[in-house]
T-cell receptor, first 111, second 113 residues
Framework: QKEVEQNSGPLSVPEGAIASLNCTYSDRGSQSFFWYRQYSGKSPELIMFIYSNGDKEDGRFTAQLNKASQYVSLLIRDSQPSDSATYLCAVNRDSGYALNFGKGTSLLVTP | SAVISQKPSRDICQRGTSLTIQCQVD?????MFWYRQQPGQSLTLIATANQGSEATYESGFVIDKFPISRPNLTFSTLTVSNMSPEDSSIYLC??????????FGPGTRLTVL
């Protein structure tokens, strides 16, 4: 069973702080890694993807990938209350487009 | 990026009945995916739907329970058959984006009584 593991949280951070979300995966054949944000009652929204080891920055978001450790993380700088949501880590299967999702980490940014 | 719509957005159904969920995309796509998100759980892929061929179902999902149609490159339906309360979930369709990305429709929230 190919698995994606996340701490369910809730992770609570004060406004302006850095939120750090972590994810581990079991399928060593995975090549593509994604972070989705899901607000309550809404569908997942893609916010970051990363394919290579190292860091990838996009605005306030930084994705970090370490394939040797099978670990991917998402950093959110200058966290805002509007960032409060569930963050889903997803990993592609080695056979193509299908994605395996973690259960998500609930993030709460307090004013 | 493509616009994805789903109908209905939500429904409440009686056990033993069936519901067909529609997914419409405003551009042609080869592959479409159907996911289920049970309460408090993450997304689980039900099947991959390619136009012109039978859908490919994931382990634990069968065609008799979740028949899928893909009549053209912009449209797909998922039917949830002979429903039970355990089928209460959000059902989402998705399409590939650039690279290996996927983009999701707004979802259909199903409650089975």
């Amino acid at each position: 069973q190919k698995e994606v593991e996340q701490n369910s949280g809730p992770l609570s951070v004060p406004e302006g702080a850095i939120a750090s979300l972590n994810c581990t995966y079991s399928d060593r054949g995975s090549q593509s890694f994604f972070w989705y944000r899901q607000y309550s009652g809404k569908s997942p929204e893609l916010i970051m993807f990363i394919y290579s080891n190292g860091d990838k920055e996009d605005g306030r978001f930084t994705a970090q990938l370490n394939k040797a450790s099978q670990y991917v993380s998402l950093l959110i700088r200058d966290s805002q209350p509007s960032d409060s949501a569930t963050y889903l880590c997803a990993v592609n299967r080695d056979s193509g487009y299908a994605l395996n999702f973690g259960k998500g980490t609930s993030l709460l940014v307090t004013p | 990026s493509a616009v994805i719509s789903q109908k209905p957005s939500r429904d409440i159904c009686q056990r033993g009945t069936s519901l067909t969920i529609q997914c419409q995309v405003d551009s042609q796509v080869t592959m479409m995916f159907w996911y289920r998100q049970q309460p408090g759980q993450s997304l689980t892929l039900i099947a991959t739907a390619n136009q012109g061929s039978e859908a490919t179902y994931e382990s634990g999902f069968v065609i008799d329970k979740f028949p899928i149609s893909r009549p053209n490159l912009t449209f797909s339906t998922l039917t949830v058959s002979n429903m039970s309360p355990e089928d209460s979930s959000i059902y989402l369709c998705s399409i590939p984006g650039r690279g290996d990305t996927q983009y999701f429709g707004p979802g259909t929230r199903l409650t089975v009584l």
